[in-house]
Each structure stands twice: as structure tokens, then as C-alpha cells.
């Protein structure tokens, strides 16, 4: 089984601390002009210790996600296995594959890692984290499963 990038618990952790500064900005803008209204400081509080509950349990449960997240190319399938306490896998057969692309979000690009979406008829699946040239082989690898079969499949 293959690993993603350990940089990915600090990329998860970076965007956490997004959101909670994202949600603290808009609490102190809610305060400026209605801070004067006796209950809103009330609320506030409950905001604020809820949005310091959220960052906590995703700084704890990135550490699970990023134990927990491992993918396996073979000559038939594609194996992801991901997820934080609730772990998903996902087995893809080549052959159901339709189309694949590769991106790169904000933080991605600071630690130079990608993402390899996988798009088959009915859903799509990432392997988020993997340094340019994993990606490209697993691409590589993937169309040239996926071509191999198809040929296969035209010459019966």
C-alpha cells in the first residue's frame, strides 16, 4: 500500500485554521455592530466555544485521516482507502474508469503536492497529496490499463 505525503496533515490543518479565523472575523464584525445588544455577547460566546470545539476535533482527527489514507494500483483495480475515525474504501476496477485529471489547490501548491481525480459513470474519487510524479504515474499507468483492455475488447 502506498502512503500520501505526511505535508498533508499540515495542508488539513492550515485549512482548519482558515475556517476558524474565516468564522472569528465574522464574530467580531457580528459584535461591532450589535455589541451593544445584550444577549448577542451571549451568543457569541456559543459560537466562539463551538468554532474552538470544530478546530480541536479536526486538529485530532487529521492525524487519524492521514493514518488511514493509503491507495494500491494493480492490473484490474484501483484501491483507496481513506477517512478520518469513519474510514472509507474504495475499490475501482480499471475498467470502469472514464477520465482522470490532476489538480493542485491553494495549499498544494506551497508543499508542491497534487490530487488525482478519478471520475468513473457514477462518482469520482481523489488520491489527494501525492508529489507530481506519483501522480503522473499513477495517470500514466491508469490509461495505459485502461487502453490495453479497450483494445482487447475491440479485437474480440
Not at 480499471?94 to 459513470?121: C, G, K, M, V, W
Not at 504515474?137 to 479485437?155: C, M, N, P
Amino acid at each position: 500500500m502506498n502512503k500520501i505525503d505526511k505535508k498533508s496533515k499540515v495542508i488539513w490543518n492550515l485549512e482548519s485554521i482558515q475556517t476558524f479565523l474565516m468564522f472569528f472575523a465574522g464574530i467580531g464584525v457580528i459584535y461591532f455592530f450589535f455589541g451593544d445588544i445584550k444577549w448577542v455577547w451571549k451568543l457569541l460566546l456559543i459560537g466562539l466555544l463551538y468554532i474552538l470545539y470544530n478546530l480541536i476535533t479536526d486538529l485530532i482527527s487529521h492525524h487519524f485521516a492521514y493514518k488511514n489514507s493509503e491507495y494500491q494500483l494493480s492490473d484490474e483495480i484501483l484501491f483507496i482507502k481513506n477517512g478520518g475515525l469513519i474510514q472509507y474504501e474504495n475499490t475501482i476496477p480499471l475498467n470502469r474508469i472514464q477520465h482522470s485529471d490532476i489538480e493542485q489547490s491553494f495549499y498544494s501548491r506551497i508543499f508542491d503536492l497534487y490530487a488525482l481525480n478519478i471520475y468513473t459513470a457514477g462518482d469520482s474519487h481523489t488520491i489527494e497529496y501525492i508529489k507530481k510524479d506519483v501522480a503522473d504515474d499513477l495517470k500514466d499507468k491508469i490509461i495505459k490499463i485502461i487502453t490495453k483492455v479497450t483494445d482487447e475488447h475491440e479485437k474480440e
